[in-house]
Nanobody, 121 residues
Framework: QVQLVESGGGLVQPGGSLRLSCAAS????????MGWYRQAPGKQRELVAT???????HYADSVKGRFTISRDNAKNTVYLQMNSLKPEDTAVYYC???????????????WGKGTLVTVSS
């Protein structure tokens, strides 16, 4: 009923930039929190950044000052602008939205399938 599709990943050199997008589609009444997570090889999935419906943001310490999360409510899309990328940012990046599919439904978390970001020279 709800699909999240990420795009924008790829190979970039250290110090470079990428912009990830995640578009939600399907039966959506409202989207509350939106966020980005990542999972590096051999490691657990970790939070990168979140943004509330009111625009409040939160970042992991490791990305503060380098990454910026934003959202376009008209497009049901969340973005992650990543600057000054480092090799340790290499991971599969996943988006997660907290969505209500109707006025009377509880919020539920939906995940995208991920997009690979590789930072290497």
């Amino acid at each position: 009923q709800v699909q999240l599709v990420e795009s924008g990943g790829g190979l970039v050199q250290p110090g470079g930039s990428l912009r990830l997008s995640c578009a939600a589609s399907g039966r959506i009444f409202s989207i509350n929190a939106m966020g980005w997570y990542r999972q590096a090889p051999g490691k657990q999935r970790e939070l990168v950044a979140t943004i509330t419906s009111g625009g409040s943001t939160h970042y992991a310490d490791s990305v503060k000052g380098r990454f910026t999360i934003s959202r376009d409510n008209a497009k049901n899309t969340v973005y992650l602008q990543m600057n000054s990328l480092k090799p340790e940012d290499t991971a599969v990046y996943y988006c997660k939205d907290t969505i209500a599919i109707s006025r009377y439904a509880y919020d539920r978390d939906y995940w995208g399938k991920g997009t690979l970001v590789t930072v290497s020279s």
